[in-house]
Nanobody, 123 residues
């Protein structure tokens, strides 16, 4: 079973920066897409940024030019560098990975979520 561990959230003032990390562990054969999503109180979970295995990235309009997603395939890890943070960025941030896992009986597809990390931006 593939598990994800997130880190890097916290409290920061508007204009500040944070870097989130999400590391996958377990019997991972290959990771395809990696992404970050967020959910603010009373709102639906929304896409923040994604990155494919080929390095192609996609960002929500609200974070373009401020956030950068990257990945380290050797460490099964995805990062989200957040700069010029705004109070409206306050949310719980979740990472998501999909790919292929490996077990005794063979290869299987998986998609899994991290436990979430709180990001709070004060004005």
């Amino acid at each position: 079973q593939v598990q994800l561990v997130e880190s890097g959230g916290g409290l920061v003032q508007a204009g500040g920066s944070l870097r989130l990390s999400c590391a996958g562990s377990g019997w991972i054969f290959r990771i395809n897409n990696m992404g970050w999503y967020r959910q603010a109180p009373g709102k639906q979970r929304e896409l923040v940024a994604t990155i494919t295995s080929g390095g192609n990235t996609n960002y929500a309009d609200s974070v373009k030019g401020r956030f950068t997603i990257s990945r380290d395939n050797a460490r099964n890890t995805v990062y989200l560098q957040m700069s010029n943070l705004k109070p409206e960025d306050t949310a719980v941030y979740y990472c998501n990975l999909d790919g292929l896992g490996q077990k005794i009986t063979g290869i299987y597809e998986f998609t899994t979520w991290g436990q979430g990390t709180q990001v709070t931006v004060s004005s």
